[in-house]
């Protein structure tokens, strides 16, 4: 969503928006933003055709190769219709020590529970409230991204960075 801001503020001239201002994953429901502007820039973000770089948040490509190093590849299930930008993206970011990555792309979130069971995963980081309390009913234990869109109450774990989530996992 930071890239979401940028390129609100640097191409469509809306210097007033904050990353704070996005309280919703939908994102008319939170931004008074024009909807043609909302979808450009959702259309660049899912296309990769975005000008500006979509940086990692700190200390994520580092905590991601330990990961992958002590447990194998390290599964992300994304809610984009196509894994090539994401799968691209994680590869151009991530330290050539890394021991591998898989990139689902299941076009819904819903449909992240099950792309999980599938993979006999127990436990899965999201940042996206309402994905969390589909994976719980489901079997799956969540483990929240703390976001200003999901700032509701909630019974799950959360994280605010990956030094944090890297501590949870006791990550050497």
């Known amino acids: 969503m930071r890239l979401f801001v940028d390129i609100v503020r640097e191409e469509f001239r809306h210097g007033d928006l904050r990353y704070e201002d996005i309280t919703s994953y939908r994102l008319d429901e939170c931004l008074d933003l024009d909807a043609q502007i909302r979808d450009a820039v959702i259309d660049q973000l899912i296309e990769g055709s975005h000008r500006r770089p979509l940086e990692p948040i700190p200390g994520a490509p580092e905590v991601i190769a330990r990961l992958s190093r002590l447990a194998g590849p390290v599964l992300f299930v994304t809610a ?10 994680l590869h151009s970011v991530l330290p050539p020590s890394h021991n591998g990555i898989q990139v689902v792309a299941t076009g819904d979130f819903d449909a992240k529970l099950e792309v999980l069971r599938r993979h006999e995963k127990a436990f899965f980081v999201e940042d996206r409230l309402e994905t969390c309390f589909t994976l719980n009913d489901g079997g799956i234990t969540p483990v929240v991204f703390r976001q200003p869109w999901n700032r509701q109450p909630h019974p799950f774990v959360e994280v605010g960075d990956w030094s944090e989530l890297a501590a949870l996992m006791a990550l050497p």
């Open 80 to 89: 984009r219709p196509d894994a090539r930008f994401i799968e691209s993206w």
